[in-house]
């Protein structure tokens, strides 16, 4: 045991302690995080006391040259020295943060495991073609990628073809009358791959005396027993193998074309007069996670911002949450530039996310007339419509009941109801898994 | 620690170094009038310094993650501000202290003076003896570190839940009754009054036959406290740590129903409630003890000449970093409101003396004596500020401001005079020396001497015609007066006390020191008040109970279903309800059953506050009572009629300080 025992427990501790993934995407602050780090707080000081209520309890100050008079701001109460240190009480801090880093990858298999999705990314764009196994095979190319073990295999089947039993042909030319050329036709039927010329050299060596050995070639093959050619290779050894060029093969590589996982999500916002504070916090808490997720779970993630009222223009990310204007609001401008937008990302190479959010208000007739046929024709894996409306439903808010009811059923098109920050994560578990039961 | 050898010697070295300003360190400190515990010091190094800080300033703890928090952030500490210099000093006899080898030597002696005054109000605060004369925490914590230590590595015993169970207890370790001297609750004797009742009839010396007819094991069976009669405990009782250990079970998850607790569960709550009532004493204290130790360390160090002249630059800077960051800082309130004490008791020693002149009055104190003449008056001999081997002949060995048999040595030369000048002085030479209102820092103190000081002063007077003059009176000024008071002080009381009977209006106005509150108005912290009272309203919440609301047992027995009624004993500030309803989740693990809270909420609804806010007004809450009960599933909380709680809800003290004609 010890201190370094304790350290690591309190990594173990901190790590299981930090903010519940829910509770920060709900309530957390996100505005710590970057798009490529995820930062969710750790409360240091775990361990609850009966305490007062900070802002009940109010507190002393000493001023650095003067005093302030009552009703002088006096800024945020700073922590004391010595509230911790030396007399054995080290958590007696409160409120301390610390930021309990994950980057999107780590965020997305914790959503994954917290919400039970099982959103698997589709590679797209082909991005390389690179050497697999060496499995394909040519017949040239450089030495050490020969393929010895078949050129070896192929001399063997070669010498076993063309090996035959030389004693027993020569028995056959002992047969009693006969010649070379009624050897050379016995031997073709017996399938002995003899020459002619072979059989004609061995004859004219052979001693006259022997020539009449056997009265048959009936005869002869009873009495003499041929050898196999694996006997005689078993016998002699085996001497040479005949290798041929014809018989060499390189190896090659296989070539794998690897497909990138790349994402491109449109980012749609309404920012027009009705779309006030609280609405607008609802729309970043529900985008932001899902811009985590999906960095998490692609290669390669890119993101389009779009802001509307009725008119659309492309924005920068961190413009995008706090952008107010005042005008009306036409949804189907947006999914014009969107559509116009995601020319550069070709369907055949981006898995494609549109996202829209608003508080489904929309110019008349403009949903059913130019949105949903625009949503139609813009291929993407997800189109979703998130309403954020705080305090109900507003009569004329209709866009996301539309969209709903024309799209219900099917599995690219996911509507969400967030009235305050507890339907946030119900929220993105409807959009994210209409994708996944797509599978 | 282990070391090896070269690292020993190293540190041998070091601690060679600094012997002689250990021993001259005890021995100014004596000659100024404490009188500390001895020290052991210790030289250790940057690492094992760290370690020290996150376990508390001990050597061995138990396992547990918070000292690996308290160490992980030390470490980030030091990466901003450098390893500086700490002192750590045990509250032990002998105390222990830890020097660190990579500090500077005038880091050390500033260590080593800042130790010595600690040593000295561990062995005299009569609140340091509550829980033990001759106090040996390293043995008790290194051996409590064992214990858990062997119920951890019990196979019989999870690890995790041992270390939930000391996570359930640390979340009350402030719930004790720490005005009370610390006693053990022994083994398995949950009833101990019953024990002390055997005790005495056995000690009334009655016959056998006597005991077995009139006080027999029924009779001594109903003196047991009631438990069902619906009052039990009589008296709320503040102590909830000691009233779980004794009466707490711990809930059993596989059958659903409490069961007693664990032999290891028993005492590990003991244990940790008896390293509780060993730390309260300094957590009570520490404006006082940290004010007194910096008190004198500077004393020491700058004024005494401690810190030699090219070290004094490197001391001042450090110095002022501990004293001056930023806002409210504990240590230095207790720093100067000790001076202010020396300050104010000289102040008045010369008032009462100056009262003592024939035909001075407190009518016509100002008319009859000039202050600024007073105070040149006072100003210390000339030559107990030319101390040094050059001048010793000046002094008179009969002289009570002299340290006779220390002057024939240095005569001998034995002593070195020109670098410890105060060894030749007694402690009322020191006094002399040390004077505090003639300091340049104090100018102008002793002017604001009112008439109605003089009249309070002068109200308890007789004998009010001693001197003719006031040459004479001057003459007769105790100077010892402001230390002498000091070490009384320091003697009796905790922060709470010191800081309720020594804070005036004087001292805040003049230390600047402020209250402020946080207004809905503005929805920030706002300034609201610079009157004494305000002020120390304010610090009472902050030091009364450890800075904590007041949590007690109200009711073991609750709706007479065993439940447990925690009733928060509420002084005008609400509690913080979430970590409330966290820490009954926790209680309800030490006491097996379901556990209530009962307390008062401040409500405010939004149109109220809006309301208010459109006028510049600040709204007044209204205050509810509200029942919290966790079964042990779910925290439940409902609204109780105000009788139910009016017991609670004090009425002498409000500790807002907004002005009147702020509220709606």
Redo the contacts between chains.
Sequence with gaps: ???R??????????EQRRQDLSEFIQYGDLGQSLPDEVKIPIK?VD????????????????????????????????P???D????????EEGGEHEYYEMDPEEFAQELDEELGLDLEPKGKKVVEETEGDYTDITRTGPASTLDFERLFKQGLKRKLAMEFDENYIEEALRVEGWGPDEVYAWAREQNIPVSHAWIVDADSNLPDEERERWSSVEEMTEKVERESTVQRIRRKGLKQVPFRREDERYRYPEIVEEKEKNVVVVNIRDVSGSMREKKRELVERVFTPLDWYLTGKYDNAEFVYIAHDADAWQVERDEFFGIRSGGGTRISSAYELAAELLEEYPWSEWNRYVFAAGDSENSSNDTEERVIPLMEQIPANLHAYVETQPSGNAINATHAEEVERHFDGTNDTAVAYVTGPEDVVDAIYTILSTEANDE | MSDTDTERRRKQRIAEGLEEPVREANALARKLGLDPFPVTYWIIDYDEMN?L??????QERY???????????QQKQNQFLGGKA?E?VNNDNPSHAFLQESNALADQKAVITHVEAHADFFKNNQWFGLFADDPNAAAMLANHADTI?SY?DDPEVDREAV?EWI?HV??????IDQHRPFSTIDGDQPHRELEDIADRLDSLGLSEEVRRQVFDEEWLESQRPEEESGSFPAEPDPDVLSFLRRHGMAYDEESGRAVEYEDWQRETLELLRR?AYY?AP??MT?VMN?GWAAYWESMMMGEEGFAEADEFIHYADHQAQ?LN?????????GKELWEYIENATNRREVAETLLRVEGVTWRNFHDRVDLDEVRAALEPDAMLDRLGAATLDELDPDDPRVDAEALESARAGDVDVDRYPWKVLSYEGLCERHYSLVKPQHRGFLKRLTQSDLERIARYMFDDARYASVEEALANVDRCAGWNRMREIRESHNDVTFLDEFLSQEFV?Q????????THT?R???????AVED?KK??M??FTNF???T?VVEDANYNNRNELLLS?QYNG????????R??LE?VFELWGRPVNLKTIV?QLDDHDVEVARRRDREPVPEEVGVLVRYDGDSISSEELPWEAVEHLAATDVD???K?DEWLA
Aim: net charge negative; charged share 30%; glycine share 14%.
């Design positions: 045991m010890g201190l025992d304790d350290l690591e427990r309190y990594r173990e501790v901190g240091i361990l609850p006391a009966f305490e007062y209520d900070q802002l009940d309890k109010g507190g002393v100050g000493q001023g650095d040259g003067g005093t302030p008079q009552p009703g002088d701001p006096v800024g945020q109460p700073q004391q020295p010595g911790g240190d030396e007399d054995g009480d080290p958590g | 370690e800080i996150a376990y508390g300033g001990f396992p547990h993650w918070r000292w690996g928090m308290s160490y992980d952030r700490f750590i230590e951890m270390e996570d640390l979340c009350l370790e402030d719930c390293e730390f300094q957590k520490k940290e501990v960051s930023p806002g409210f800082n504990p240590y230095k309130l106005e230390n600047h020191y402020f209250t402020y509150e946080f503005t920030d912290y706002r300034a609201t008040s610079t002020v304010k610090l919440l902050q800075g904590k609301p949590v928060h500030v609400m509690l913080d309800q979430r970590q409330a966290q820490v926790r401040k500790y807002d300080t002005p």
